[in-house]
């Protein structure tokens, strides 16, 4: 039993790939910064211990040798473009235009593609030191020339060309534009680093993130229930025998199979209802009955199997 209960509590393996100066090593400490568990490449065994996703790094676009990883991937994919911040001027900016470029790669290869602002993802506190902070602070007064790289640093300032150096290198102009933008709507030095993450598109990261483990997390509900199943019948145990046909197991496997199918982009409807609960148990049985693969059939009987209960109690 205790066994069956540290693999559902198991936290999603993420491994995250990519090729050499696309950013991955921002990426993998921005994902560990927000708890996620993430392997080192190469060190989980095929079939027993693979990640649950996996995170392809790329930068500007998916060239040949991602398309092999993605290929290769045991699990889901996730593929962040990186440097979203030189994607390019538009009128929302470049995080839009970088957004636009990943639809349409997403569109091409088939697997979700998110934009990332690499260098804010990553950022800490600590990572902004007091004089980084009060040069930053100089610069709503005296802002900087952030035309160019070689501007910020060749255009004479009062902030010392070193500190400027070290800003570009750890926030770069995007950054320490948003920075400014912070420091001027009232934001103190430990607000900074949730505006900067904000504006590096580290949410709809994470949102992404959520959606790719969604099947690994039903499986492995499922996989408790068909343990506990053989537990209760070989033991005779009826307590088992009752938390297996209680609501609450119902209702758990109904919210797991619902994140699976609103990951692959279908919608559930919500209503508290008799009426809504009902519609909802017809829909999805005659979608389970379609060409669906087999997780989704079980993701529609599960979603069925809850809704009927949601029924039967909004009648009584």
């Given at each position: 039993?205790?066994?069956?209960?540290?693999?559902?509590?198991?936290?999603?393996?993420?491994?995250?790939?990519?090729?050499?100066?696309?950013?991955?090593?921002?990426?993998?400490?921005?994902?560990?910064?927000?708890?996620?568990?993430?392997?080192?490449?190469?060190t989980v065994a095929e079939g027993v211990d693979a990640p649950d996703v996996t995170v392809v790094v790329v930068a500007e676009a998916v060239k040949a040798e991602d398309l092999a990883v993605i290929d290769a991937a045991a699990g889901q994919v996730l593929v962040l473009l990186t440097k979203a911040d030189l994607a390019g001027a538009g009128p929302q900016g470049p995080i839009a235009v970088a957004r636009r470029r990943a639809e349409?790669?997403?569109?091409?290869?088939?697997v979700p593609v998110v934009p990332v602002v690499g260098l804010l993802a990553a950022l800490s506190p600590v990572d902004l030191a007091d004089d980084l902070v009060a040069a930053l602070r100089r610069f709503v007064t005296e802002p900087p020339d952030l035309t160019g790289v070689d501007a910020v640093v060749a255009q004479p300032h009062s902030v010392d060309v070193d500190v400027r150096r070290r800003l570009l290198a750890r926030l770069d102009r995007f950054g320490i534009?948003?920075?400014?933008?912070?420091?001027?709507a009232g934001c103190d030095a430990a607000?900074?680093?949730?505006?900067?993450?904000?504006?590096?598109?580290?949410?709809?990261?994470?949102?992404?993130?959520?959606?790719?483990?969604?099947?690994?997390?039903?499986?492995?509900?499922?996989g408790a229930i068909v343990e506990l199943r053989y537990l209760a019948?070989?033991?005779?145990?009826?307590?088992?025998?009752?938390?297996?046909?209680?609501?609450?197991?119902?209702?758990?496997?109904?919210?797991?199979?619902?994140?699976?199918?609103?990951?692959?982009?279908?919608?559930?409807?919500?209503?508290?209802s008799a009426s809504a609960h009902l519609a909802r148990a017809r829909r999805w049985r005659g979608y389970g009955r379609g060409p669906?693969?087999?997780?989704?059939?079980?993701?529609?009987?599960?979603?069925v199997r809850g809704s009927l209960r949601l029924w039967d109690g909004a009648r009584a």
């Amino acid at each position: 039993m205790a066994g069956i209960l540290e693999r559902l509590g198991r936290p999603t393996r993420v491994e995250v790939t990519g090729r050499d100066g696309v950013g991955r090593g921002c990426v993998t400490t921005a994902l560990r910064r927000r708890g996620v568990t993430v392997g080192a490449v190469g060190t989980v065994a095929e079939g027993v211990d693979a990640p649950d996703v996996t995170v392809v790094v790329v930068a500007e676009a998916v060239k040949a040798e991602d398309l092999a990883v993605i290929d290769a991937a045991a699990g889901q994919v996730l593929v962040l473009l990186t440097k979203a911040d030189l994607a390019g001027a538009g009128p929302q900016g470049p995080i839009a235009v970088a957004r636009r470029r990943a639809e349409a790669q997403s569109r091409r290869i088939g697997v979700p593609v998110v934009p990332v602002v690499g260098l804010l993802a990553a950022l800490s506190p600590v990572d902004l030191a007091d004089d980084l902070v009060a040069a930053l602070r100089r610069f709503v007064t005296e802002p900087p020339d952030l035309t160019g790289v070689d501007a910020v640093v060749a255009q004479p300032h009062s902030v010392d060309v070193d500190v400027r150096r070290r800003l570009l290198a750890r926030l770069d102009r995007f950054g320490i534009a948003h920075a400014v933008l912070a420091l001027r709507a009232g934001c103190d030095a430990a607000q900074i680093v949730a505006r900067l993450a904000q504006a590096g598109n580290v949410a709809e990261v994470m949102t992404a993130l959520d959606a790719a483990a969604a099947p690994a997390r039903y499986r492995r509900l499922r996989g408790a229930i068909v343990e506990l199943r053989y537990l209760a019948h070989r033991f005779d145990d009826a307590a088992l025998q009752e938390l297996l046909v209680a609501d609450v197991t119902a209702m758990a496997a109904m919210s797991a199979a619902v994140d699976v199918v609103t990951a692959a982009g279908l919608a559930v409807d919500h209503g508290d209802s008799a009426s809504a609960h009902l519609a909802r148990a017809r829909r999805w049985r005659g979608y389970g009955r379609g060409p669906v693969t087999a997780l989704h059939r079980q993701c529609s009987a599960d979603i069925v199997r809850g809704s009927l209960r949601l029924w039967d109690g909004a009648r009584a």
